[in-house]
């Protein structure tokens, strides 16, 4: 990957921050502490009311915060000037906010502009951030407008990524898409993310989304309080209280699932589940689904125990005790390989 | 057809004046539109009129807009501004241009500042309006996304606000040039210049066709280049503008 160069990310550490808006009666953020580690994605995820917006915007300083401090990379937000401190966090909003008047290659370069770049350098970082999003180049020329939704919210990712901040802060980025697109989406941007390694700070109030994109998520509630922070799979397996439990579905047992693929378990390949040629017209799973995608198949089939398949070739079997046995006990490791990798 | 109805100082019939070069039969008989007279005079009379009404024009729509465009700005940072200065422009809008014109001879005398003032009061309410009304037209989006990305208010304003408010801003000036050139017409009542000038004189000999005509036509013809000039420009400094129509 060209792009990047060195990883370059920073942790981000909320201490003790309060927001207060003058003349309200509650906080809108209370006593909020948290630590992101460098290269993870933090997901802030709650009802609408809950403070996940201002808490981002807290970050890069569009809100000021009332106590307490945010540290990037161990310093202090509080001291830096404004314009400054924002040039350096990749900064993603839902209504993607691109500037019409400009083409794409002006807006996804404007912060490298504001940097003082020269001309044949922000050319070519145009010409890499379109690649990067899988845009064809001659795209560049053209205005927003003359462009799709989802074209638009990779260009206002790309605009974020431009001058390759330790630091991205993204707000509701796929709300406002269609949901085939969002998935897509969602899915391209976890591959960068496999590749930039940034540190991410992602707003959403949707807690599948939440659960398929973070490293770690932070769930809010109404009056701006932190009421969990863990992984995706610990806080599906335990969830602090009943509004997590309420938040996160009655189906937390399948979303559990959807986070483990076949690959990670240990197929059955013994006794009666000796390996085998697939027999004609039964059904049979890849080892890159996920537990839940087998589960599906198998009830929708009324096959088991199902045979697992590597490119084609038999690794082993699927049953339901094997299932049930990953969400009895696998909450304690069955974290999301991407998340594995960085720690 | 003879403009009799407008005697002039003559005694009833139309007054043709003699500029020294030949009076042709369609002088004489007031025609409709002599052409010969109007290419003999046309030096000596109809271009400098013409040069001098652009003047006045330009004059007064460049300082009319750069008091505007200021007022606006201020606005725009300090909401409060925007009603009193709507208030003013307005009432300057609506005192008749006569009137005007009346009332500041008997302050500033009779010259071209006392028309100018004038000419430039009417076009405050148009040019502070659509001015602000650009800027405060930016999307909220487009605003948070300027402020996220670490822009300083300046660059704001003049990266993205002011870019993004010009088509509004030159739709304000094209209604200001035709006003201007069509109001500067009525100045010559105070200050004999511009091509209202040979319009009064037409009117005041009984009513020259020719002349009135001629004048006329290129006070019209003024209005729509004027007018041509500014949408061009638009055309030019706003290519995404065009491109935001093509794609809805």
Partial sequence: ?343 | MTGLFLAGGGGGGPVIPNFGGGTSKCVIDNGRFCWDWFTQNWSGTFEPALIQHIELTVIAVGIGFAISFLLAIAAHRARWLAPPVTFLGSLLYTIPSLAFFEIMVSITGINWFTVEIALVSYTLLILFTNTLAGLSGVSSEVLDAAHGMGMKPAQVLWKVELPLALPTIIAGLRVAVVTVVSLATVAAYIVPAGLGKPIFDAIGSGLFNTKFIAAGVLCVALALVGDGLFAGLQRVLTPWAAARRGAA
């Fill in chain 1, 1 to 343: 990957m060209a792009v990047g160069g060195e990883v370059k990310a920073a942790p981000l550490e909320f201490r003790g921050v309060t927001k207060r808006y003058p003349g309200a009666a509650a906080p809108a953020l209370e006593d909020l502490s948290f630590t992101v580690p460098a290269g993870e994605v933090c997901v802030l995820v709650g009802p609408s009311g809950c403070g996940k917006t201002t808490a981002m915007r807290l970050v890069n300083r569009m809100i000021d915060l009332t106590s307490g401090d945010i540290l990037i990379d161990g310093a202090s937000i509080l001291g830096r000037n404004e314009s400054d401190l924002r040039r350096e966090i990749g900064y993603v909003i839902q209504q993607v906010g691109l500037f019409p008047h400009l083409n794409i290659n002006h807006n996804i370069t404007m912060v490298p502009r504001l940097l003082g770049w020269d001309r044949k350098r922000l050319a070519d970082r145009a010409a890499e951030l379109l690649e990067l999003i899988g845009l064809p180049e001659e795209m560049g020329k053209r205005y927003p407008s003359q462009l799709s939704g989802g074209q638009r919210q990779r260009v206002g990712v790309a605009r974020a990524l431009a001058a390759d901040p330790p630091l991205m802060l993204m707000d509701e980025p796929f709300g406002a898409i269609d949901p085939i697109n969002r998935e897509r989406l969602q899915n391209e941007f976890l591959r960068l993310q496999r590749e930039l390694r940034k540190t991410i700070v992602f707003v959403t109030h949707d807690i599948d989304e939440a659960i398929k994109m973070g490293d770690r998520i932070a769930i809010m509630r109404e009056g701006g309080e932190l009421v969990q922070y863990d992984t995706p799979a610990r806080i599906l397996a335990h969830p602090a209280d009943d509004f997590v439990a309420q938040f996160v579905g009655a189906d937390r047992g399948l979303k559990r699932l959807a986070l483990t693929t076949l690959r990670e378990v240990p197929l059955e390949r013994t006794g009666d589940l000796a390996l085998s040629k697939p027999a004609g017209g039964e059904a049979t799973v890849s080892i890159d689904d996920t537990l839940r995608d087998a589960l599906s198949v198998m009830m929708t089939d009324s096959v088991r125990p199902m045979l697992v398949l590597d490119h084609d070739k038999p690794a082993g079997y699927v049953t339901i005790e094997l299932i049930n046995k990953v969400l009895r006990d696998g909450a304690e490791d069955s974290k999301r390989p991407t998340a594995a990798a960085s720690s």
